[in-house]
Structures are given as structure tokens and as C-alpha cells.
């Protein structure tokens, strides 16, 4: 352990170095570094954010690791049976090893990481992303590039996840374990989608997404994030403008997953309660 922990550290020296200079990137072996990184995240090994101690780090230096990666790679063709693709960036391989299940038009590319027992419906998984065993990319899904989803998390069709590489800083979008995201619905911008919570179909959450909790007596406002157990629904507020009143989209929260529900089937079962479209 302590051997690779050393090993992460001179690696992201190295990668520190070469975005401060990319002229480095000529010598093979700074280049190597960054090939080497990629496939540490495409195996798992490391990931662009971890829980540590309850809280979500963000490792800008993979990220950057990422960035440099494109320059090195060069356009090919990349021959799939009858199907042909040109792009930089190779294709994941070996879901049979890995015991995923692979639904044909399924796209993972390289530097992606999908756990053991996920389920990959007809879908799109970008570079940087890392997807929890157990997981279902339900059908034309997009999992963005450094997207983070936890375990047995379902992902409905069509909804669409945001990607972020540029600015490093920027965090990525954060699903945590046992969500459901309800069909249409779109989560971009970083924000993260705590364990357990439930999205409504067309839930639309940016960072500057007002988020309502509407349990209360009062109205509680949150932004960039949805509590654990929350189920949301999109909802409209008042905002004045120069032109007049007008209603602007904002999410709901209607309630929180029951606990006497199992976890398998509250999932949709914790929309039905409150009469709420999947």
C-alpha cells in the first residue's frame, strides 16, 4: 500500500509538471505518465473524486491527466463489425471478463471505469467516469466525462448526466449510492445527488437550480446539492423581470423514501407515493 501510494504521488508530480509546461510532454517518459494514469481510471485504480471521511475530494490532477491525454492520442479508425467510428480516444473492451452486461449500441470509452454487475443498457459512458456495481445505465443515458455514480444506482432513459474536464477546479457530478433518476431528467454542473434520493421525471438541476424543500411549514432553499432520502419532483417559482412576472423552472422537494420500503422497488415506489411521474 505504501508502495502505490508513493508511486500516485510521483505520478502527480509528474502531471503537475507537464500542465505547467506541456513542452515536457515530447519526453516519452512524462508521456508515459499521462498514458499510465488514464489506465489506472480506466481499471479503477484511482478516480477523479473519493469520499474520504464523509466528505467528496475532487483530484484536479487526474482530471488534468485527462486533458493532456488527447493531445497524445491521434485520430484513427476504430472498426466495430460494419460500424465505423474516427476518434482519438479507443473504445473499453473485456465486459465479459469484468462481468458487465453490455447492451448493443452501449458506448464506454477507454479511461472510463464500470464496476462488476453494472448493466449497460443502449447508452453513452464518457472518459472519467467511474459507475458503482449494480448500477443501470438505462437506454440513450449519457454519463459525462468524470461523472461519479455510486452502487445500484438507476439511471433512466434519456436522462442526461453532465461531463466537466475544463476548468480543473470545476467539480464533477456526483450520484451517490441508491438513487433513482426518473426518465428525461438532467443533473450538470457538479452537483451531487446524495444517497438514496429519488429525481421525478424532467427534473432539471444546474448550480443555479433552486432546490426547494417543501415539507416544512417554510420553504427551505438549497442549491448544488439534494439531500439523502429527498424526493423531487420539478416544480416553477414567480421571478420578476423587466417584461413582467414569469415562472422559472426550480426543483421540489415533496418528501423522503420511506423506510419500511425496500430499496429495490422504492425506487419507483417512493415517486408513486406522492403521485409523481417516473
Keep these: ?24 510532454l515530447e519526453n516519452p ?3 508515459n505518465a499521462v498514458i499510465k494514469t488514464i489506465e489506472l481510471l480506466d481499471k479503477g485504480e484511482i478516480r477523479i473524486a473519493e469520499k474520504l471521511n464523509g466528505n467528496w475530494i475532487v483530484n484536479d490532477w487526474i482530471k488534468k491527466a485527462v486533458i493532456l491525454y488527447f493531445p497524445l492520442m491521434k485520430m484513427k479508425t476504430i472498426e ?22 453490455v447492451v448493443p449500441h452501449a458506448i464506454c470509452r477507454y479511461g472510463s471505469f464500470i464496476e462488476k454487475g453494472a448493466v449497460l443498457m443502449p447508452s453513452y459512458v464518457n472518459i472519467g467516469s467511474y459507475v458503482g456495481s449494480g448500477t443501470m445505465v438505462d437506454t440513450w443515458a449519457t454519463v459525462g466525462s468524470c461523472a461519479q455514480i455510486g452502487k445500484n444506482v438507476h439511471i433512466s432513459g434519456g436522462v442526461g448526466i453532465g461531463g466537466v474536464l475544463e476548468p480543473v477546479q470545476a467539480s464533477p457530478v456526483i450520484i451517490e449510492d441508491n438513487v433513482f433518476l426518473g426518465s428525461r431528467s438532467i443533473v450538470v454542473e457538479g452537483v451531487r445527488v446524495e444517497n438514496e434520493a429519488v429525481l421525478g421525471a424532467n427534473v432539471v438541476l444546474t448550480a443555479s437550480t433552486k432546490i426547494i424543500d417543501v415539507t416544512g411549514s417554510k420553504p427551505l432553499y438549497l442549491k448544488g446539492y439534494v439531500p439523502k432520502k429527498s424526493v423531487v419532483i420539478p416544480g416553477t417559482e414567480p421571478k420578476t423581470f423587466n ?11 415533496i418528501g423522503k423514501r420511506k423506510e419500511s420500503t425496500n430499496k429495490k422497488t422504492s425506487l419507483n415506489d417512493a415517486l408513486r407515493d406522492y403521485n409523481v411521474s417516473v
Design 1 to 24: 500500500m505504501l508502495d502505490y501510494i508513493c508511486k500516485k504521488i510521483i505520478m502527480k508530480e509528474i502531471i503537475e509538471s507537464l500542465w505547467e509546461n506541456r513542452e515536457l
Design 80 to 101: 466495430v463489425g460494419p460500424f465505423e467510428f474516427h476518434d482519438k480516444i479507443p473504445l473499453k473492451r473485456g465486459f465479459k471478463e469484468k462481468e458487465i452486461r
Design 243 to 253: 417584461a413582467g412576472s414569469f415562472n422559472v423552472p426550480c426543483a421540489l422537494i
Design 29 to 31: 517518459n512524462n508521456s
